[in-house]
């Protein structure tokens, strides 16, 4: 699933990182960019807050990202119809919880082939990553391909670690990740299934 590099968001104005990754996730996982409906209407806290219009900037206010950290990203993520499919601190787990899947059977090994000697299939995409570098302190990327022969990835929202088209080689990239006191590093997305 191809999407145009031109259409991704590789930039932000504020810390909406997270929301950028959303955003990316969206698109790579429907190819057709996200815009809010007018009056949608999201809970937070015990406070009613409504998407009056499609702009960004709205969508800044939603998850509070205007003056720091995306807090409610999930509101975000509720809106877009994005759920979380795994999360976790290495791509190595990522086979050991997925059961649903029989190519990610437990035991299996298969992330660790894709990741360590490369492979014809690609890895669960997109996935949002926590990463830490010095022009951006604590960012949220997303990765939206993974070309196994040369074992890179094609990272949004990263422009100063990766090439103009977000390629970056897995092990510059791994020396970013934010494997610290988190509870996950990794993120895999899925659309939620509508009823």
């Not at 996935?127 to 570098?133: A, D, G, L, R």
Request: aromatic share 14%.
């Amino acid at each position: 699933m191809k999407r145009d590099w031109d259409k991704y968001l590789n930039s932000q104005f504020y810390s909406e990182c997270q929301l950028i990754s959303a955003l990316n996730a969206y698109y790579r996982l429907t190819g057709k960019q996200y815009t809010p409906q007018k009056g949608v209407e999201l809970r937070m806290k015990g406070l009613k807050t409504t998407v009056i219009n499609s702009d960004y900037e709205e969508l800044v206010d939603v998850v509070k990202a205007r003056h720091g950290a995306a807090i409610t990203i999930g509101d975000a993520h509720k809106l877009m119809g994005l759920k979380t499919k795994w999360k976790g601190k290495s791509l190595y787990d990522f086979n050991h919880t997925e059961k649903k899947n029989p190519k990610w059977k437990r035991g299996s090994n298969t992330i660790a082939r894709f990741i360590v000697t490369g492979s014809k299939n690609k890895l669960p995409l997109p996935i949002e990553v926590k990463v830490w570098h010095p022009r951006y302190g604590f960012h949220s990327v997303l990765i939206v391909d993974h070309e196994p022969k040369t074992d890179a990835y094609q990272v949004t929202n990263f422009g100063y670690a990766t090439t103009i088209q977000g390629w970056i080689f897995k092990e510059d990239f791994d020396r970013y990740v934010n494997d610290g006191n988190t509870e996950w590093s990794y993120r895999v997305f899925e659309l939620k299934k509508k009823k």
